[in-house]
């Protein structure tokens, strides 16, 4: 792997993370929904799923996405199910009376992070960049463990920057929150941009 090949596929895993498919506009719609924690649960989930088809594809593991072929519609399904049931509390969350605070339950970071995790191992767009688009920049067959290592802290941190990146400038506009109209207007919207990301998800 050289100079080169590393600094084009990081710039390429730039630019993979900040296409806003299913999952970034679940991401977006859970920060403003429900805050920063939860986007950054979801975030991490989205980035752990990453992590194994990085793995799979580096390791030359072609029988594992044949085995994952069976469990491909159940964990497309269970993610945007999950998806689809938030939007839908969105829309029926009732504003908090007086201050607006942060009412998200104190599992709601796990729980974002297991449909992230769900949506990322569902994702199409996933699969095909690793085991589809990786072998164009690096030559897999030849690669040590140092360049593992090297392939592997290139795009990981790559992708939860931008991802966290979404997730916070997300989360500022619920910060800025303070009439109970504008309030229920963005739950609505980011419940129907959740609703959308989970049918997005179950389409593909």
């Known amino acids: 792997m050289t ?5 084009a596929l990081a710039f390429a895993t730039f630019v993979f993370a900040c296409i806003p498919g299913p999952g970034v ?3 977006v719609a859970q920060s403003l929904s429900r805050g920063f924690r939860a986007g950054i649960g979801y975030a991490a989930g989205l980035v752990c799923g990453d992590l194994v088809y990085l793995l799979t594809a580096l390791w030359g593991l072609g029988w594992i996405s044949a085995q994952v072929g069976p469990w491909f519609v159940v964990l497309k ?3 945007a199910a999950y998806l689809v049931f938030m939007g839908i509390r969105a ?10 605070t942060d009412s ?3 599992r709601s970071g796990q729980r974002s992070f297991a449909v992230g995790l769900c949506v990322s191992l569902g994702n199409p767009k ?7 688009f990786l072998p164009g920049f690096v030559d897999l ?4 463990g140092a360049e593992v290592l090297v392939v592997v802290s290139l795009i990981i941190p790559t992708v939860f920057t931008v991802l966290s990146l979404y997730a916070w400038l997300s989360s500022q506009g619920r910060t800025a929150i303070r009439s109970t109209r504008v309030w ?3 739950h609505r919207i980011a419940g129907s941009v959740m609703i959308g990301a989970g049918v997005a998800v179950a389409a593909e």
């Open 77 to 79: 399904w269970a993610g």
């Open 3 to 7: 100079i080169e090949s590393g600094i």
């Open 126 to 132: 996933v699969i095909a960049f690793y085991c589809g």
């Open 141 to 144: 067959p030849t690669l040590t």
């Open 25 to 27: 506009a679940a991401l």
């Open 184 to 186: 229920k207007t963005m």
């Open 104 to 106: 998200v339950p104190p």
């Open 91 to 100: 829309w029926r969350a009732v504003p908090p009376i007086g201050r607006f």
